[in-house]
Structures are given as structure tokens and as C-alpha cells.
């Protein structure tokens, strides 16, 4: 049974930084697509970033762009999500996401195969 769990979220002033980490098991992460999404209080959940299979594909959100990196790294099976300048608006949960038939820029559609159970992330002003 394939696993994501995230952490590394917490609470951060705004104009500061945090690193957010998904660890999977269970299965072959170097043969998923990996993304990140949020979801707001009240609002929908939304795509944030993806990365390819081999991570030369890296689509974001234009909300984080330039803002946000993600990368992977295969022998620890892990996908991160370096956030900086944070602001207020970036307050959410965010889950990570992989998707085994997906390109990176289809996560962005949500309808993925496995999900992690989030980690809040709050950015005060």
C-alpha cells in the first residue's frame, strides 16, 4: 500500500521560509510524478507545483512562482517544497500528491492516485 507523509509545515512570519518534506513508501517513487496542492480554509484545494519523473519538468502555480522550488530526491524516496517569502495568503494545508500515469503539468487537474494527510502551514503578518 503506497504511503505519503508529509512535514516540515509550522508557523512563520511573513517574508520568512520553511521546507516542506513527503516521504513515500510502499511503492516505486522514481516512477511517479510528484506535486504539492493547498487548500485554504473555505476554499478549494489548488495546485501549488509538480515535478517530473526525472525532474526536469517542474510546472508551478503563478501564485508561487519564483516564491516556491520543488525538488526530489529518489534514494530517499522524498519530494520537497522550499517555500521562501511567504505571505499571509499562503496559509493552508498543504498535501503532497503522486500520480503514476500523470505528466507533471496534469497534476495540476487534482484527480491524482495517492495523497498524503496534509501539513498545515500559517504565515502571520
Known amino acids: 500500500q503506497v504511503q505519503l507523509v508529509e512535514s516540515g509545515g509550522g508557523l512563520v512570519q511573513a517574508g520568512g521560509s520553511l521546507k516542506l518534506s513527503c516521504t513515500v513508501s510502499?511503492?516505486?517513487?522514481?516512477?511517479?510524478?510528484m506535486g504539492w496542492f493547498r487548500q485554504a480554509p473555505g476554499k478549494e484545494r489548488e495546485f501549488v507545483a509538480a515535478i517530473s519523473r526525472r525532474g526536469g519538468n517542474t510546472p508551478y502555480a503563478d501564485s508561487v512562482k519564483g516564491r516556491f522550488t520543488i525538488s526530489k530526491d529518489n534514494a530517499k524516496n522524498t519530494v520537497y517544497l522550499q517555500m521562501n517569502s511567504l505571505k499571509p495568503e499562503d496559509t493552508a494545508v498543504y498535501y503532497c500528491?503522486?500520480?503514476?500515469?500523470?505528466?507533471?503539468?496534469?497534476?495540476?487537474?487534482?484527480?491524482?492516485?495517492?495523497w498524503g494527510q496534509g501539513t498545515q502551514v500559517t504565515v502571520s503578518s
Open positions: 500528491a503522486a500520480d503514476r500515469d500523470s505528466s507533471a503539468a496534469g497534476m495540476a487537474a487534482g484527480k491524482n492516485d495517492y
Open positions: 510502499g511503492g516505486t517513487f522514481s516512477s511517479y510524478v
